[in-house]
């Protein structure tokens, strides 16, 4: 079991070196991005990056507060699904109604990896793994697919 001050050493160091791993790595148009923090431009929709003791996931989040929006822009990514799927190489899971670790209502498109524990760093080199292509990938995704939200913004 680790403490509490270990628990939170632990996540920030390694969201520190997956953050320098990935700062050399341009975005898909070319551009400078942080990955760890990565910015859609469209408020309510979030990359989120999330890992624990037991597994990792990554994926779109969509939380707008509204239900009826948050139906609209989950509508709107299952438009661009394809897309999605031909940019990452797989299929992703869909949730059309979940619940944020806040307790708030989303709308959720994610992959996951189990086991996978962030606070063993003989762990870390397959989260580096399990993230970067697929991070990358959702920003090759976006630099095109963003524009099927641009009436919704």
Known sequence: M?????VTQLRQAFWTTFGQYMQPV????GERVN???YKTGLKH???????????ATI?????????GLRELFYAQFQEVRLLLEEATGEAWTWEPEA????????????QEL???NLFSRDDWPRLISFFKPRI??????WSTGQYAFDELR
């Open 2 to 6: 680790y403490s509490k001050t270990e």
């Open 45 to 55: 929709v979030y990359f989120r990056l999330h890992a624990d003791g037991r597994h």
């Open 35 to 37: 990955w760890v923090n």
């Open 99 to 110: 619940v944020n670790e806040s307790g708030q209502p989303v709308a959720r498109i994610y």
């Open 114 to 116: 189990r086991p996978m």
């Open 26 to 29: 341009p975005g898909a148009e």
């Open 136 to 141: 990358m990938a959702l920003d090759a995704f």
């Open 59 to 67: 994926g779109i989040d969509i939380t707008h507060p509204d239900a």
